[in-house]
């Protein structure tokens, strides 16, 4: 007995070993950078006045994957379905029937394909999104250049900074032309002070590189101090940059070289004019992802939510007619406190718009930064319970926005009021009972 217990006691001790021993090599082996969290979706391309953001791209994966993903499950319809086509006309029965339980037969037809397609629509984008081809793979944005680039601007025009700017970037290298973000990779910041002149802030950032990549050591904080630099430091810290290699390094104007297009930026520290920054080694860039979850940006839960409004109010008046305007305009002489109710129901119709964008929107982006801050803490092994939580949350999300349609429309088609009550009540009374045609079980002729 004493044996078969210290047999499993060892058998506990190893598997604790193994499983910390993989947790600590995440930390080698996959630890990423710092993250960089934005809430819109990072703009990738423009298409004229139309932005291409990856979270739209992942929008439209979701919608290419239900198309070509049902075509290919019934390519070859059969009428004894097996195999795929089994499986998905399955899930639209399934569907079929929780919508028709709750809406009727009549009003199921109307609403099953809006509702079907905002169940399969918000549950593949959700699930997608956990893939590893998200947020790792995209385009390199070139923060190094784009620092300078801003200050070149600035002081061709001859003005001060108007507002604050703050970048992070990440130290990658750069494998053929492509941006490689390193193991456990060093987080660059720096910020720039509305009413800064760009000539203190080009002293700033000579020493905020030269404290990234060298050993120089500043008085100051270079990235988010103000006002004017200490002109030792920024000779101290352009003198790292020249004797490192690897480090970056500003190119001084030639006589006549400084154009509209290479506009030269003098430091105060130096007095010299330099035109170009170049990174002989590596680079301070981001990665911005071609694909982010589609529903972690605001703008487009909106548009789901704007649709699904239009969508509500289109079958109202479609069964109502202008009746419908009845529910929220009643005649203060008739009740005044039904008067009061209608207009609270007008303004809540039009708050449905922001509880349903901001329901998905908020958990879907916090399960994002959720999973983002896990990996970036603990690389290996831990994050897979949140991937477990996050593929229920993504199926409870689809099924709430999609539900919640499906009740606002059954609200929308129902007469209101006494006197339609009364006026249709025997037709309800014969809902209620159903002739025998409709009774289940019963064959029907189509």
Do not use: C
């Amino acid at each position: 007995m004493t044996s078969h217990r210290s047999d499993v006691g060892l058998k506990i001790i190893v598997i604790a070993v193994i499983a910390l021993a993989v947790i600590g090599s995440g930390f080698v082996l996959a630890a990423g950078p710092e993250p960089h969290i934005v809430i819109p979706g990072e703009i990738l391309w423009q298409l004229g006045p139309l932005p291409i953001t990856s979270t739209l791209m992942a929008a439209w994966l979701a919608m290419v994957l239900l198309i070509v993903g049902t075509f290919l499950m019934t390519r070859t319809m059969k009428l004894i379905p097996t195999g795929a086509q089994n499986f998905i006309e399955s899930i639209i029965d399934f569907l079929y029937g929780q919508v028709e339980e709750i809406a009727g037969e009549t009003n199921a037809r109307r609403f099953f394909p809006v509702v079907a397609s905002f169940f399969l629509f918000i549950l593949v984008a959700n699930w997608v999104a956990l893939t590893p081809i998200f947020k790792s793979i995209g385009v390199t944005k070139d923060y190094g250049h784009e620092i300078f680039h801003e200050i070149q601007e600035k002081a061709a025009k001859g003005k001060a900074f108007d507002k604050d700017k703050h970048f992070l970037a990440w130290q990658m290298e750069d494998a053929g032309g492509i941006g490689l973000a390193k193991t456990g990779a060093e987080t660059f910041k720096f910020d720039i002070h509305a009413g800064e002149d760009p000539a203190d802030v080009l002293d700033r950032y000579i020493i905020a590189l030269a404290e990234f990549y060298t050993d120089f050591q500043p008085h100051a904080d270079p990235a988010h101090g103000t006002g004017h630099a200490d002109p030792a430091d920024v000779e101290a810290a352009f003198a790292a940059l020249q004797a490192d290699p690897d480090a970056p390094k500003f190119i001084a104007e030639s006589h006549g070289e400084s154009t509209a297009e290479h506009h030269g930026v003098t430091s105060k520290a130096l007095g010299q004019t330099f035109t170009a920054l170049d990174f002989p080694g590596d680079k301070i860039a981001l990665v911005y992802p071609f694909f982010r979850a589609a529903f972690s940006d605001l703008n487009n839960t909106l548009a789901l939510a704007i649709f699904a409004f239009l969508v509500i109010e289109f079958w109202g008046f479609q069964s109502l007619g202008f009746g419908y305007l009845g529910k929220f305009f009643i005649s203060p002489l008739k009740n005044p406190i039904l008067t009061f109710v209608g207009i609270l129901e007008l303004v809540s119709e039009f708050i449905r718009i922001i509880s349903f964008s901001f329901r998905l929107f908020g958990n879907i982006f916090a399960g994002g930064v959720l999973l983002l801050i896990l990996t970036f803490l603990a690389p290996f092994i831990v994050p897979l319970g949140i991937y477990g939580l996050e593929l229920f949350v993504g199926l409870i999300q689809a099924i709430v926005f999609s539900l919640l349609v499906l009740v606002f429309a059954v609200g929308a088609v129902e007469h209101h009021g006494e006197e339609h009550n009364d006026e249709h009540g025997e037709g309800r009374h014969a809902d209620e009972h159903p002739s025998p045609q409709h009774q289940p079980g019963a064959v029907q002729a189509h």
